[in-house]
């Protein structure tokens, strides 16, 4: 949600303010506009502020441009590598080719942030030649409505493949990692996680119940400390990375996502399975622990890894390309 900000200094009515900053720290915006002789707000919540007086900001990294000619977008930019970020409103999105403005601003070290009243126009800035906008700045009357643009940018989805099962090998026992996450999850639904970046197995979350164990539908036990897990915005971390407060992404067997943040992980010795699978091209493997409460999924349902075998069909997201530092990159990479 950090790509998002409220304009909560419109109003001249402070309870209408105040509400502005309530409603969206409930829906978990955590940047708000405030205006001048506005600073008790800040004790509603932790939160990012910047603030206006009469219209315009305090401070002179920031700046406001309303677009409606070309010369006012020529204005905008300008202020490519002279601010820290420029919030760029108009009346009519057709007049500015939104583009220009990402390219100009992409390497100038200034944000670029748009305007927004609807979720629609949010996610559209937000994906606008696939980078987007720096951020959206929800500029609404209504507070309660603030509570509508919180899946903008938790909310997505991944196209997700067949492949097929090729062996379940018994490997040396290996540090594990299990996600705990703070939001709870149901079945078919868990992390894209693997050996290669170029291929991601959907891992369900415990949240289905078995003879031994309680359904633990807040997590996903991972895998080894080498996969590659994805994360918010199309980048991977490894596993081993992973701490309390990282962002992870949950995708279900449709294909859509949302964001969770991480409550703790545990890395603890276990005996590991490596599951190979291709999809009729290259193989490629993930490293899960031998033992029944892990499942992987499939289009029907999930199934525990201590069952999987030579033909099944699992569910993966299928990339190429290498990555460097957890992002994708055009390159020739073999992973084996």
Request: aromatic fraction near 6%.
């Amino acid at each position: 949600m950090g790509r998002l900000m409220v304009r909560a200094d419109r109003s001249d009515d402070a309870s209408v303010r105040k509400s502005m900053v309530t409603n969206g720290l409930e829906a978990g915006i955590g940047r708000f506009i405030l205006r001048k002789g506005d600073e008790e707000f800040e004790n509603l919540g932790k939160f990012e502020s910047i603030y206006t007086d009469g219209g315009e900001f305090v401070d002179d990294a920031y700046a406001f441009v309303d677009i409606g000619t070309p010369e006012a977008q020529a204005v905008a930019m300008s202020m490519a590598g002279k601010k820290k970020a420029v919030i760029v409103t108009t009346s009519d999105w057709t007049i500015i080719p939104l583009e220009n403005l990402i390219a100009k601003f992409g390497t100038s070290g200034t944000e670029v942030y748009a305007c927004a009243s609807t979720t629609e126009d949010a996610k559209l800035f937000l994906t606008t030649m696939e980078k987007g906008v720096d951020g959206v700045v929800i500029d609404v009357a209504d507070p309660l409505k603030l509570h509508s643009f919180a899946d903008v940018v938790s909310g997505g989805s991944e196209s997700l493949s067949e492949v097929k099962v090729v062996s379940v090998t018994p490997v040396e026992v290996g540090d594990r990692v299990c996600i705990d996450t703070c939001s709870m999850m149901v079945p078919g639904e868990g992390m894209l996680i693997g050996s290669y970046s170029s291929c991601l197995f959907l891992i369900q979350s415990e949240s289905e119940e078995n003879g031994y164990v309680a359904s633990r539908p807040f997590r996903v036990n991972a895998g080894a400390v080498h996969c590659y897990i994805e994360v918010p915005g199309g980048g991977t971390r490894y596993l081993s990375e992973l701490s309390s407060g990282d962002s992870v992404l949950i995708c279900g067997r449709d294909g859509k996502t949302r964001v969770a943040s991480i409550g703790r992980c545990k890395v603890e010795r276990r005996p590991l399975l490596m599951v190979t699978a291709t999809d009729g091209e290259k193989s490629y493997s993930v490293m899960l622990q031998n033992a029944e409460t892990i499942k992987v999924v499939t289009r029907e349902g999930s199934k525990p890894v201590t069952k999987v075998e030579p033909g099944d069909i699992l569910l993966a997201k299928l990339g190429s390309g290498g990555r460097h530092f957890g992002m994708s990159i055009d390159e020739s990479i073999t992973e084996k």
